[in-house]
C-alpha cells in the first residue's frame, strides 16, 4: 500500500472505531486534503485490497476484519495510560493485604469501567502451593469456618454446621494433629496425606472422628477444586451497551457464550510471545463479531490469562496500552518477588 492509502485506512478504522458510523469521502477530503476523486479512487483500491468495505445502508465505507488486522500490525500506536489510570491499578497490585486472586479480580473490574468492554480473568493455581495453616473459627448457632491458608497466599474457607453430638474441642485437636503433620505438604498431595496418614491417628484420639475427618476432608477437597481453575466475568453489561447488539438475537447470543465454560476456556493460553496478544473475529475462538485481547501473568504459583473483549469496533490502542501496563506491572511484582 502506498503510504495516502495507509493514511487512509488509518483515518477510516479511528473515524470508525470512534463513531460506529460508516465513513464518506467528503470527512475524508478535510482530513487528509485530497480531492473528493482522490479519495474516492484510493477508497476503491482499499476494497480491492480486502481492507474496508461498503456499508448496506449507506454510501460510506467500514474496515473489514482484514482492514482490522492490517491496522492493529502495521498502523495502530498503543497509548500510554493516564497517571490517574495508572495509579488506581498500582495501587490495587501493591495492595500487600490482597492476595493476587484478589488484586487481578479487583483489577479487572476497574478495567471494564476505564474501557467499557467486558473484561476476563482466567486462574489457575500451580502444585507449587504448600499447605502453611490450617484454622477452625466458631461461629455462632454451632456454625464454624475451616480456613486452609498456604505459603503463597492462596487462602480459601468452607463453612460448616457442626451436628449436636460432636464438641467443637475435638474438631480444634482435630486441626492441631493435621497442622502438626502436614504443614509444608504440596496442595495436591495433602489429600492423600490426609487419608493414609492422619485418619488412622485421628480415628484412636477422636471418638467421632468420621464426622470430624470428612469435614476437613471437604474442605482440601473443594480447596483443590477451587484453586485449580477459577474464572471472573466482569462488565457483561457494557458489551450489551454497544451499538453492534442492538437486537434480541444478538443479544441473547453473545450471553450465552458467556456462560459456556467450554467456551470461555478458549479465551485462555500463553499467547504467542507472552506480551499483548490481538485475536480479532474468527481468529478469537469465542465469537466472529468480537476482538478479544490479552495477556498472561505467572507469580507466586499462580497463573492465568487477563483478557479484554470488545466489538472489532474497539479502541486497540487504548486497550493494548492498558495491558501492556498491567503485563509489565505483574512482571516487575515477580522480579521484586
Known amino acids: 500500500m502506498s503510504e495516502r492509502q495507509k493514511e487512509l485506512l488509518?483515518?477510516?478504522?479511528?473515524?470508525?472505531?470512534?463513531?460506529?458510523?460508516?465513513?464518506?469521502?467528503?470527512?475524508?477530503?478535510?482530513k487528509l486534503k485530497c480531492s473528493s476523486a482522490t479519495i474516492r479512487n484510493e477508497m476503491s483500491r482499499l476494497e480491492e485490497f480486502g481492507y474496508i468495505e461498503k456499508n448496506h445502508i449507506s454510501s460510506g465505507r467500514v474496515p473489514s476484519e482484514d482492514g482490522y488486522k492490517y491496522y492493529v500490525a502495521n498502523l495502530m500506536k498503543p497509548k500510554e495510560l493516564s497517571q490517574s489510570d495508572a495509579y488506581k491499578l498500582q495501587t490495587i497490585f501493591r495492595n500487600q493485604e490482597l492476595c493476587l486472586s484478589d488484586a487481578i479480580e479487583a483489577c479487572v473490574e476497574i478495567i471494564s469501567e476505564m474501557t467499557?468492554?467486558?473484561?476476563?480473568?482466567?486462574?489457575?493455581?500451580?502444585?507449587?502451593?504448600?499447605?502453611?495453616?490450617?484454622?477452625?473459627?466458631?461461629?455462632?448457632?454451632?456454625?464454624?469456618?475451616?480456613?486452609?491458608?498456604?505459603?503463597?497466599?492462596?487462602?480459601?474457607?468452607?463453612?460448616?454446621?457442626?451436628?449436636?453430638?460432636?464438641?467443637?474441642?475435638?474438631?480444634?485437636?482435630?486441626?492441631?494433629?493435621?497442622?502438626?503433620?502436614?504443614?509444608?505438604?504440596?496442595?495436591?498431595?495433602?489429600?492423600?496425606?490426609?487419608?493414609?496418614?492422619?485418619k488412622p491417628i485421628v480415628a484412636k484420639k477422636i471418638e467421632q472422628y468420621e464426622t470430624i475427618f470428612s469435614i476437613f476432608s471437604q474442605t482440601f477437597h473443594d480447596f483443590a477444586t477451587k484453586t485449580t481453575d477459577t474464572v471472573?466475568?466482569?462488565g457483561k453489561n457494557f458489551l450489551l451497551s454497544k451499538p453492534e447488539y442492538d437486537n434480541v438475537e444478538d443479544i441473547r447470543n453473545i450471553m450465552a457464550k458467556f456462560e459456556d465454560p467450554s467456551l470461555i476456556e478458549k479465551i485462555d493460553g500463553t499467547g504467542k510471545d507472552g506480551g499483548v496478544n490481538i485475536y480479532i473475529g474468527e481468529d478469537s475462538e469465542f465469537d466472529p463479531n468480537v476482538t478479544v485481547i490479552k495477556t498472561t501473568y505467572k507469580r507466586n504459583?499462580?497463573?492465568?490469562?487477563?483478557?479484554?473483549?470488545?466489538?472489532?469496533?474497539?479502541?486497540?490502542?487504548?486497550v493494548v496500552g492498558l495491558l501492556t501496563f498491567i503485563n509489565r506491572e505483574l512482571n516487575k511484582e515477580d522480579s521484586n518477588g
Open 301 to 318: 504459583g499462580s497463573e492465568g490469562t487477563i483478557a479484554i473483549i470488545g466489538p472489532k469496533r474497539m479502541e486497540y490502542d487504548r
Open 10 to 30: 488509518k483515518e477510516i478504522v479511528e473515524s470508525y472505531i470512534d463513531t460506529a458510523k460508516p465513513v464518506g469521502s467528503k470527512s475524508l477530503c478535510k
Open 232 to 234: 471472573h466475568v466482569s
Open 116 to 198: 467499557n468492554y467486558t473484561s476476563v480473568v482466567l486462574g489457575k493455581n500451580s502444585g507449587e502451593n504448600s499447605l502453611q495453616q490450617v484454622s477452625i473459627i466458631p461461629l455462632k448457632n454451632s456454625h464454624i469456618v475451616a480456613l486452609v491458608c498456604t505459603d503463597l497466599g492462596v487462602v480459601q474457607n468452607k463453612q460448616f454446621t457442626l451436628p449436636s453430638h460432636i464438641s467443637l474441642q475435638e474438631v480444634v485437636k482435630t486441626c492441631e494433629i493435621i497442622n502438626k503433620m502436614l504443614i509444608g505438604t504440596p496442595i495436591d498431595e495433602v489429600s492423600t496425606r490426609l487419608e493414609y496418614e492422619i
